[in-house]
């Protein structure tokens, strides 16, 4: 399955991404509603938002160790496949029932079991794609996989906000298990890991040695760029739905098919994201959209009228593209191929410890200021300090090919 070195399977990343596109509808289903749903037992804006980093919580803790435990795995299935097989069906049924938890603490226990079972496969279905694709095409490969997850995101805003106006809650989170239960399916059918043999000498201290201080300087900035735009990248995806009820005067429902034109944005430009940074460099790319993202934060300060909101989130998701597509493939470049699933985890060990922060610290914010406007502030200042760390990144791009 790991195809021509020289070449991109295209075949096989779409298929292996399936794994990426569950998560990212589930997710996206969770980031939407579970705050309205929150607000049946919660008044305060910042309790909602300690309660939505339950799952950022572990991320932060499980994620890189679920990583590290799937570089070891073998089996006859793989090393990551395992991990999917047996926790995607977990999560597809405790899914089901979130929606109709009647009191806070069923709802919470329920939160908690469904974000731990999440936390432990996600770094293994994301680091199929750099076990499977050749280092200099893992730039278009990640546009491929960010596709699929860019799909799923709008199935579960567009097609969740549709549900939800038909159904309310219960819809949406039931289609988005069903459609999570078709992914492994497909993943179970049609992907077949390549055979890992037992690693030799050679390649046991290959995993040893450590980074040199440069390369350590690249991956410490890098890493603290990826936290602060996600600190930004996750308050908006969490609070967007109570920003757009609360000032455009939209349903829930309305609110969640105008997030997902951010979405559709990303799916579009997904992959001219991942040529463009095998072209101009990952780093310039990844300056650009940050850029991009951030002057499309400015003027949504100020703009309350839903047409222009529009159009400002579709330009912010082809440059958001540009940021999340070519990020992933730099961790990797430094890691080198024996630590791919470490390293993975030390990127959402960093991208959900931001998330765990900002929703409780955003919360605390709007409920002093009192309006959902400075979410876009907040968001604005997140991404300069991420650009700041970036231009400090010297490593992460391929060697020139010859």
């Not at 997850?149 to 805003?157: N, V």
Request: glycine residues 8%.
């Amino acid at each position: 399955m790991t195809g021509n070195n020289n070449k991109l399977n295209i075949k096989t990343t779409v298929l292996l991404s399936f794994g990426f596109f569950a998560s990212s509808l589930v997710w996206s289903v969770y980031n939407a509603y579970v705050p309205l749903l929150l607000e049946r037992f919660i008044e305060s804006t910042m309790i909602i938002g300690i309660i939505m980093s339950i799952d950022n919580f572990f991320g932060v803790v499980f994620q890189p160790l679920f990583g590290k435990i799937s570089d070891r795995t073998n089996t006859r299935f793989g090393r990551r496949l395992p991990f999917l097989f047996v926790c995607m069906p977990i999560c597809a049924v405790l899914f089901i029932f979130i929606p109709y938890m009647n009191n806070l603490w069923s709802f919470m226990g329920l939160v908690i079991i469904f974000t731990f079972v999440m936390s432990v496969w996600r770094t293994p279905a994301v680091s199929l794609m750099p076990d499977l694709t050749p280092g200099p095409f893992r730039s278009q490969a990640n546009g491929i996989v960010n596709l699929m997850g860019g799909i799923g995101a709008i199935l579960a805003f567009a097609g969740g906000g549709i549900l939800f106006d038909l159904g309310g809650f219960p819809l949406p989170f039931l289609i988005s298990a069903v459609l999570m239960i078709g992914a492994m399916a497909v993943l179970a059918v049609l992907v077949r890991e390549p055979k890992y043999p037992v690693p030799t000498e050679q390649e046991k201290k290959a995993a040893a040695v450590k980074l040199d201080p440069k390369e350590k300087k690249s991956l410490v900035f890098l890493l603290c760029a990826i936290f602060f735009w996600f600190m930004g990248y996750n308050a908006v995806e969490t609070f967007f739905s109570l920003y757009a009820t609360n000032t455009m005067d939209v349903t829930p429902g309305q609110a969640s098919i105008m997030l997902s034109l951010f979405a559709l944005a990303l799916v579009i430009f997904a992959i001219p994201a991942g040529i463009i940074g095998a072209k101009i460099g990952r780093r310039k790319a990844i300056l650009i959209g940050l850029i991009g993202v951030t002057l499309m934060f400015v003027p949504l300060i100020f703009v309350t009228n839903a047409n222009i909101v529009r159009i400002l989130l579709l330009f912010g998701g082809i440059c958001w593209a540009c940021v999340n597509i070519n990020s992933l493939p730099m961790i990797v470049r430094i890691a080198g191929p024996v630590k791919i699933g470490a390293f993975i985890g030390y990127y959402y060990l960093f991208s959900f410890s931001a998330q765990l922060v900002t929703t409780p610290v955003y919360g605390l914010i709007r409920d002093i200021v009192g309006n959902y406007q400075s979410l876009f502030i907040y968001a604005a200042v997140t991404f300069v300090l991420a650009f700041v760390c970036l231009l400090f990144v010297r490593h992460g791009e391929e060697e020139p090919q010859t």
